[in-house]
Structures are given as C-alpha cells and as structure tokens.
C-alpha cells in the first residue's frame, strides 16, 4: 500500500500522541490491569451494608440448616478490600466484585471471608446478588476447598 507523504505524517503524528498518552498514563497510575483493584483504604461497594447485612443473614441461615456446623453470627466485618474487579462487556456480561474481609464470629474466633458481588443479578435481576464464603464453613466445598473460587 503506497502512503503519500502528507497521510504518513499524519500517521507518524498519531503515533507519537499515542505513545505521549500512553507514558503519561503509566507515570501517573492510570494505567493498571481493569480486574486487578487492590484497596484497603478505600473499600466502596464491598464495604455496602446492604452486602454485609445479606452475607450475615445467609450465613446465620447457613449455619442453622447445614449440619455439623458451630452455631455462631458473624458479629463484625475487618479489613475489607476489593481484591478484584471483573468489568461487564460484551463477551462478560455481568460486572463483577471480588472481595475479601475477616470475620469475627460470636464464639470469639476470626475467619477470612471472601465473597462476589454480581451486578445485576438480584432477584428478577433487580439488584445485585452476593455470594460468599467463610473459611471453614463451606462443608459441601461449593467453593471448592478453602473458599478458593471466590478468591
């Protein structure tokens, strides 16, 4: 393909605003992986009550109707962070939020807890749904053992 001198400055032209954003966004951290988000200053959706009201509600549920379970509450959340973020798009539909935390349980003993936040996936896909996991409470390993899908 032949270019004439005035489309290949042009082209040159773009290529070095390109390569200026690009630097530009690297030396100022906006450029980093879009499902790589690591913030445990700032844990926003994952830090929602209505998703840690859900998760001690289900899992007060869970304990009551699994057999062999110790029958305790989740009584406060720790160290919440957004350890992942999965963007919805046209080939991954459903946005999602990978987040962990510690739990402390009413028998005294703190567990890690990691849990997904699925946006639009509520009930008649009204809201979002949440899925979680606490360290050692999955008996029939839906998470596969040590909760490690949803890590």
């Known amino acids: 393909m032949l270019m004439n001198r005035r489309s290949s400055g042009a082209m040159t032209r773009f290529g070095l605003v390109l390569s200026?954003?690009?630097?530009?966004?690297?030396?100022?951290?906006?450029?980093?992986?879009a499902d790589m988000v690591?913030?445990?200053?700032n844990p926003g959706v994952c830090a929602e009550q209505r998703f840690l009201g859900k998760i001690t509600n289900r899992f007060r549920h869970q304990v009551t109707h699994v057999p062999n379970l110790p029958d305790v509450d989740i009584v406060a959340f720790h160290d919440i962070h957004q350890h992942r973020y999965k963007e919805a798009s046209e080939k991954w539909p459903i946005g999602r939020r990978y987040c962990g935390a510690t739990v402390a349980l009413s028998?005294?003993?703190?567990?890690?807890?990691?849990?997904?936040?699925?946006?639009?996936?509520?009930?008649?896909?009204?809201?979002?749904?949440?899925?979680?996991?606490?360290?050692?409470?999955?008996?029939?390993?839906?998470?596969?053992?040590?909760?490690?899908?949803?890590?």
Do not use: H, K, Q
């Not at 200026?20 to 992986?33: P, S, V, W």
């Not at 690591?38 to 200053?41: E, I, M, S, T, V």
């Open 107 to 151: 028998d005294g003993e703190s567990r890690p807890i990691w849990y997904l936040i699925e946006e639009g996936m509520g009930f008649a896909s009204l809201g979002d749904n949440v899925e979680f996991c606490v360290s050692g409470f999955d008996r029939w390993y839906v998470y596969n053992g040590r909760c490690r899908v949803l890590r």
């Open 38 to 41: 690591l913030d445990y200053a």
């Open 20 to 33: 200026a954003t690009m630097a530009l966004a690297a030396m100022t951290g906006i450029a980093r992986a």
